[in-house]
């Protein structure tokens, strides 16, 4: 048998429980979504026309790697040369991103949508190696710190000092009930779905902020680099 909760520790259960305030909405999560040109740059990655094994194609290739009109290289056997730095996308073309699980993890799949609706595949990656290094390169520092594990859903959490008699709505400092604000607007505006949740309990004896802020993301909002950067603008105004 499992060993019994004392008296007191479930009266803190109950009252951390009633003092941690919620901001969620559940719509039907899209299985793909189309993103910008400077989401696929955000991620690391430059759109390429070129030729691929002599036939013409679209690829993408690291931005790292500087690769400019002209060159010539072989990846995994292949030959690539590079025509065109894609730096807008063609009118009636698209980038388009799908998450599945794949092997009990969150994948990512890239595409490019021609104009006449062909797809080619871009590139398939692990959502969470690929989430961290676009944090990485665009210095989104709080949600990597924050993250916590990556599927269907990505999850962040955020903890600050020891817990303790957690404060009521009335007494929330501005900061904490801005980013109650800024989380219910992200999730019914932009990423309708969602959950954040987060418990205060007032300052420490050095004036720092205790708290725990959790946030359920759905992974594919991610790649939109507009809403990673409003979520890690709100967490890291937590201090």
Do not use: C
Request: charge should be positive; proline fraction near 4%.
């Amino acid at each position: 048998m499992g060993r019994s909760i004392a008296p007191n520790e479930l009266l803190r259960k109950h009252e951390v429980a009633l003092h941690t305030y919620v901001r969620e909405q559940w719509d039907e999560i899209p299985r793909r979504i189309e993103v910008k040109l400077k989401s696929l740059k955000a991620w690391g990655f430059d759109l390429v026309f070129g030729l691929r094994g002599g036939e013409e194609a679209v690829f993408v290739s690291e931005s790292e790697r500087g690769r400019q009109v002209g060159d010539v290289y072989e990846e995994e056997g292949e030959v690539f040369e590079v025509r065109e730095i894609v730096k807008a996308l063609p009118k009636g073309s698209k980038i388009i991103v799908e998450v599945g699980l794949e092997d009990r993890r969150g994948v990512i799949h890239g595409y490019y949508s021609a104009p006449n609706g062909q797809e080619t595949l871009l590139f398939s990656l692990p959502a969470a190696e690929l989430l961290l290094a676009y944090f990485k390169k665009r210095r989104l520092h709080a949600l990597i710190e924050a993250f916590h594990s990556s599927g269907l859903t990505t999850e962040f959490i955020r903890r600050r000092g020891t817990t303790g008699r957690p404060i009521p709505f009335e007494k929330l400092p501005a900061k904490m009930r801005q980013a109650l604000r800024v989380a219910n607007d992200v999730i019914r505006r932009h990423t309708r779905s969602g959950r954040f949740t987060l418990v205060y309990f007032g300052k420490n004896k050095d004036g720092d902020d205790r708290y725990v802020v959790t946030w359920l993301v759905p992974t594919i909002y991610l790649f939109d680099v507009d809403v990673a950067e409003r979520i890690d603008k709100s967490l890291a105004a937590l201090g």
